[in-house]
Every structure is written in structure tokens, then in C-alpha cells.
């Protein structure tokens, strides 16, 4: 597929192509460009220009054309969905949710765009009393949103959605394993009626051309999800021209089971909640920290249940668990496992690749010292164990880590489980089921290395504007 630049579908200027493959299969599905220096700027220069057009546009007028985008998405559902599928070994019944809720975030931010309303001041302060100062929230300009692999509709469309919305223009730097989804998403909201240059896509890999957007004194902001060490460096290099960087980052989300839990919800949780999208969900559980006294039935509970798991192909109604996104993302899982055995965690089941990007879903009985119980993010579909015995030791334990995504507390006592969250570390807790959870009006985000700022439609539309203040001086004469 061609980038969109300027209103254009092109390729690379020097011709430069990336491949893109089925990750499920490894077949060959097409190519992308890798966008040169002078692509990339021409880009820039025509948001600078789009983001005139469109910041002037009445909110109706850009609410109507996002409106008719989203309905447009809705009437390809299914085929976006298996393009998804195909592009990332997503299983079917993750993909088509994702289309859809794509379009949902669209429609959420156009209803809300309508609604943002700025605010007349009192006179409050002596000698203002003749004065009227109100407030407009505007457009920041341009705004740059860069995006990771795992869920390459939904997460981008928070991003621009919410950026055009506020009568912003867009770049977007989709990752660069899987971006044929969200190109295709993009090439509706142009047939919609987004201007060519109000909303463009460019695609090459983002430790060589990132920096030539976040470093641009002509973007304005940065929207950023993706790893914590990808969001320091663009925070670092976005900081040098002062632009807005808002950043979702990594994590490594702690789900507590206690002794008291219902039993079988919380196996499901853990082994569901793990093994969706194979294990790539940022808000997923990843540390397992369950009661000693029921440890090793809540071991036995769910080695059964990931036997149950029907494996198949990505495009198939009944498969639930389908690829990692690449091979060489399957071999940083093993090694993240075998690393784990090593630190003293004992295999329980799986350890091992199924294929070059299927790995078996695994379980690890894991001392509460290894990295994987701290600060080492694993990306697949890895279930290390923590033992504990004290509410106190389950919220040192969750709280050990640099990140501080979300979490899951499962347990009938509910006072117990305001508490425990009240004390954990984290921009979302989950009670009674694992925190791979997202409310699409929820301020989502992270503490600590997880992230600056949150993000969701009742919080992001107003963040991607300026608030301007008009003063009108000694008006009431
Ligand atoms: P990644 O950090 O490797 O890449 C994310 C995006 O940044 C990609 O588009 C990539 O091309 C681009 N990029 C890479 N280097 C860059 C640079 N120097 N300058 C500018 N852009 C650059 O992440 P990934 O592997 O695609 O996604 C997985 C990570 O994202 C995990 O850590 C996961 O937890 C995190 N994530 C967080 C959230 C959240 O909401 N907090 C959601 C999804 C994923």
C-alpha cells in the first residue's frame, strides 16, 4: 500500500519498500513505503496548511464528515476485520470488536467536539468589574500520532479521532509490522471528506524516521503509545521545541487473587485476561500474585483451562488464541522465559514455541525477586505464579515495579478490595476481573513509567486544544 501525503497515494521518493507479512503464516501480504527525510517534511508542510483549512472549519461541518467516516467503517466491518486478522494473527472474534469500537471512538469524539464549550470568568478580582474575559478552546495544529502494533485500529484511532475532532491536522506513524488495517482505515475518513493534507500517514521504522517528526518545531504535539522506552526518547527529543508529548506506555499489571475469591472467575480471568490478543495487551495481567492457600489449586484450575484453548487458524470463529506479531517477538518471549527459570521460576506448562510465532501459553511458579516479577514486561502469553500470604505482601509485591499501568483484585470482600486498590500504584484498578479492561470514556493511563497524561474520549478531545482567553475590557460601560 502507498502512504498519503499532501492528498497523494505515494510511495517512498528513493523507491524504498518495507514487507509486510501474515505474522500468523509468515506469508508475504504486500509492501510499504519507508518514507524519506523529504517525504516526511513535505508531510509536515502540508499539515501546516491542512491544519488552516480545518481549524477554521465550523465543528459541525468536521463532526458531520467524522460522522460519515464512522458509519463507513461500520459497512466494511467484516472486511477490515480479516484484514486486521490476516495482517496480525489476531483471532476474528478480537478483530471485528476492534473495527467496531474504532468506529465508536470516532462517533464519540465528533458528539463531544460539539459540546466542548469554553468559559466566562467572574469578577471576582477588584477592578474587573467592568470586564468580560472568556475562553475558546482551539486547535493545537499539527499533531503527530505515532502508533504500536497491538491494537493498530483502536489505540490510533483515539488519536486522531480526538485530534481532528479538536480541528487539528494529523501525521500518523502506524507500526510498522502491521499498518495495511489502519491505512485502509485511513483511506475512508479521505473518501468521508477529510482534506489530503489535514490527514496523512506515513510508514518506515520508527527508530530511523521517528525523530524527524517528534524533533519538528512544526508539529505541535505528540501523541505516543508504545513502549516506555520509546516514549523516554520522544519525550526527550520532543521537550527541545517544547511540544505537547502525551505518552501511554508500558506495564507490567499486577492480578491478585486471595483466598476468598470465587474460584473459577478469577482462573478465567487470569488465563483469559493473559491469552487475549496472545498475550500483547498492555492492561493485561501479567504478574499473577495468588494466595498461598490456594495456590496450587488456582495452578491445576488453570493449566486445564489453557488446555482448553482452541488453536487454529486467526481467521477462524472457534480459534481463541492466535500468533505474536513476529518471530522476532516470539523469540524475546522464550527468552524472557527461560531467563525467568533461571532466576528460580519452575515451569509448570508450555515453555516453548508452538511455531516461528505461536508460543505456548506457559505457566511459571515464580519467586517474587525475578524481573519478571518487577520491571521486565513480557509480550506474550507467559502467567508467572507469585505466591503470597498478607495483604500487605500482595500490595509490596504489585507496587515493586517501575510501571504502574492498571490492575485486577479479585475477592468477595469488597472492602478489602477498595482497599488493596486504594493503596496500588497504578492509573486504573479493576475489581473482579483481570485489568485488561478499557471504558472508552475512561481517563486510561499510567503511573510512574507507564505513561504521562491519559487518554479517552471524555478527557483527550479538550487536551488536544489551547485554551485561549479573549479579554474585553471595561466592555460594560
Ligand atoms: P514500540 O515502542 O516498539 O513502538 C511504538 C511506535 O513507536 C511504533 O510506531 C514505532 O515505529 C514507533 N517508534 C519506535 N522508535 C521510535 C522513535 N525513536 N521515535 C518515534 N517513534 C518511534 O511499541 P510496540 O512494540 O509497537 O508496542 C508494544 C508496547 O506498547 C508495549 O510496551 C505495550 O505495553 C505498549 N502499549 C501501551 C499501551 C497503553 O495504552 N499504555 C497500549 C498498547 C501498547
Not at 467536539?113 to 486547535?139: C, M, S, W
Not at 506495564?251 to 487470569?270: C, K, M, S
Not at 478490595?417 to 493511563?445: M, P, T, W
Not at 510512574?448 to 486544544?465: A, D, F, P, Q, W
Amino acid at each position: 500500500m502507498k502512504m498519503f501525503i499532501n492528498g497523494q497515494r505515494r510511495d517512498a521518493s528513493d523507491g524504498r519498500t518495507i514487507d509486510v507479512l501474515n505474522s500468523a503464516t509468515l506469508e508475504f501480504i504486500d509492501t510499504i513505503p519507508f518514507a524519506t527525510k523529504a517525504d516526511i517534511e513535505e508531510a509536515i508542510a502540508a499539515a501546516k496548511e491542512g491544519a488552516k483549512i480545518w481549524g477554521s472549519m465550523a465543528c459541525h461541518e468536521r463532526s458531520a464528515i467524522l460522522f460519515k467516516a464512522a458509519d463507513m467503517i461500520d459497512a466494511r466491518r467484516e472486511e477490515l476485520a480479516r484484514s486486521l486478522s490476516t495482517e496480525m494473527g489476531k483471532i476474528i472474534s478480537e478483530a471485528r470488536p476492534e473495527i467496531r469500537v474504532a468506529a465508536q471512538i470516532i462517533r464519540g469524539y465528533a458528539e463531544k467536539a460539539n459540546h466542548l464549550y469554553g468559559e466566562t470568568l467572574t469578577d471576582y478580582q477588584v477592578g474587573t468589574e467592568k470586564d468580560i474575559v472568556f475562553t475558546r478552546h482551539e486547535p493545537l495544529g499539527v499533531v503527530a500520532c505515532i502508533t504500536p502494533f497491538n491494537y493498530p485500529v483502536e489505540l490510533c484511532s483515539q488519536k486522531y479521532a480526538a485530534a481532528l475532532a479538536a480541528g487539528n491536522a494529523v501525521i500518523i506513524k502506524p507500526a510498522t509490522d502491521n499498518p495495511l488495517t489502519i491505512m485502509k482505515v485511513i483511506e475512508i475518513l479521505w473518501q468521508a471528506g477529510v482534506p489530503g493534507n489535514v490527514l496523512q500517514l506515513i510508514t518506515g521504522s520508527g527508530s530511523e524516521i521517528g525523530d524527524i517528526l517528534t524533533a519538528s518545531p512544526d508539529i505541535n504535539a505528540i501523541a505516543l503509545t508504545g513502549s516506555t522506552e520509546v516514549g523516554l526518547h520522544v519525550a526527550e527529543v520532543g521537550a527541545r521545541t517544547l511540544k505537547k508529548v502525551f505518552l501511554e506506555l508500558g506495564g507490567n499489571d499486577p492480578y491478585i487473587v486471595f483466598d476468598d475469591a470465587d474460584f473459577e472467575l478469577a482462573v478465567t480471568g487470569a488465563v483469559r485476561g493473559r491469552c487475549q490478543n496472545a498475550g500483547q495487551t498492555c492492561c493485561s495481567p501479567k504478574r499473577f500474585l495468588v494466595q498461598n492457600s490456594i495456590k496450587d489449586a488456582f495452578i491445576k484450575r488453570a493449566i486445564e483451562q489453557i488446555e482448553a484453548l482452541v488453536h487454529g487458524s486467526p481467521l477462524d470463529d472457534a480459534t481463541e488464541f492466535g500468533s505474536l506479531i513476529s518471530e522476532k517477538a516470539c523469540k524475546k518471549v522464550d527468552e524472557q522465559v527461560k531467563l525467568t527459570i533461571a532466576q528460580g521460576g519452575r515451569l509448570i506448562c508450555g515453555g516453548k514455541p508452538i511455531s516461528a510465532t505461536y508460543y505456548e501459553p506457559t505457566i511459571i511458579d515464580t519467586p517474587a525477586d525475578a524481573d519478571i516479577s518487577k520491571d521486565m514486561e513480557c509480550f506474550g502469553p507467559v502467567l508467572p505464579i507469585i505466591g503470597f500470604d498478607t495483604e500487605e505482601e500482595a500490595i509490596a509485591i504489585s507496587n515493586q515495579t517501575m510501571y504502574g499501568l492498571q490492575a485486577g483484585v479479585i475477592t468477595k470482600d469488597m472492602n478489602k478490595a477498595l482497599r488493596v486498590a486504594s493503596k496500588l500504584e497504578c492509573g486504573g484498578v479493576v475489581i473482579n476481573q483481570s485489568g485488561n479492561y478499557r471504558h472508552l470514556d475512561q481517563a486510561f493511563g499510567g503511573w510512574k513509567m507507564s505513561g504521562v497524561g491519559r487518554e479517552g474520549v471524555s478527557i483527550t478531545l479538550e487536551e488536544m486544544t489551547q485554551v485561549k482567553s479573549y479579554v474585553l475590557r471595561n466592555i460594560l460601560q
